[in-house]
């Protein structure tokens, strides 16, 4: 079983409508969780940063962790063509003294005009 | 624009050889965080540097190295090519070890 698991795709929706992203983890001592947005033949560009349990906001995007389920998501709000990439959960933990790094494989978001 | 700096954006080599990817952080990150990420297993940590020293290992190959300078850039070092190691590799900085990491946008090395 991965760590970090996260639903490929596909994900087709029409312009305007809010997405749900989502990732599952099976580590308890992730702490730290990350959003990333990848465009083709581009780097991964943070999206969000959050480290508690609970929302966090920024413009048409909400993170949420839960901590106690071990799941967190990402939700885009009134989604444009311009959003469609590949999504990127992320997580850290601090195990042994050592950081460990941990990325879901993505899920592809198209959204049609 | 990361800030995050890869060189070469293309690399075309044959089995066997050796090649070097730099990487160069951006202003006032001192962690430098290598990735490899290809179609069937998604982003791959392989190691991190945080001012110059080792911090965090991945799954990096033996035929693999890295090192950071004193002014923070830092290669990674492939060597003894194979195939498999056809993949888009990523540099990442942050400003420490518990902070949102930035990435470059890769450098992507095909074996023939």
């Known amino acids: 079983q991965k760590e970090v698991e996260q639903d490929p795709g596909p994900l087709s929706v029409p312009e305007g409508a809010i997405v749900s992203l989502n990732c599952t983890y099976s580590n308890s001592a992730f702490q730290y969780f990350m959003w990333y947005r990848q465009y083709s033949r581009k780097g991964p560009e943070l999206l969000m940063y959050?480290?508690?349990?609970g929302n966090k906001e920024d413009g048409r995007f909400t993170a949420q962790v839960d901590k106690s389920s071990k799941y967190i998501s990402l939700f885009i709000r009134d989604s444009q063509p311009s959003d469609s990439a590949t999504y990127l959960c992320a997580m850290s933990a601090l195990s042994s003294g050592t950081y460990k790094y941990i990325f879901g494989t993505g899920t592809r978001l198209k959204v049609l005009a | 624009d990361s800030g995050v700096t890869q060189t070469p954006k293309h690399l075309i080599t044959a089995t066997g050889q050796r090649v070097t990817l730099r990487c160069s952080p951006r202003?006032?990150?001192?962690?430098v965080y290598w990735y490899q990420q290809s179609l069937d297993q998604g982003l791959q940590f392989l190691i991190q540097y945080y001012n110059g020293e080792e911090r965090a290992k991945g799954n990096i190959l033996e035929r693999f190295s890295a090192q950071q300078f004193p002014d923070l850039h830092s290669e990674l070092n492939l060597s003894s090519l194979e195939l498999g190691d056809s993949a888009l590799y990523f540099c990442?900085?942050?400003?420490?070890?518990?902070?949102?990491?930035?990435f470059g946008d890769g450098t992507r090395l095909s074996i023939l």
């Open positions: 990442a900085s942050s400003v420490g070890n518990d902070q949102p990491q930035h």
């Open positions: 202003s006032g990150d001192l962690s």
């Open positions: 959050t480290y508690s349990s």
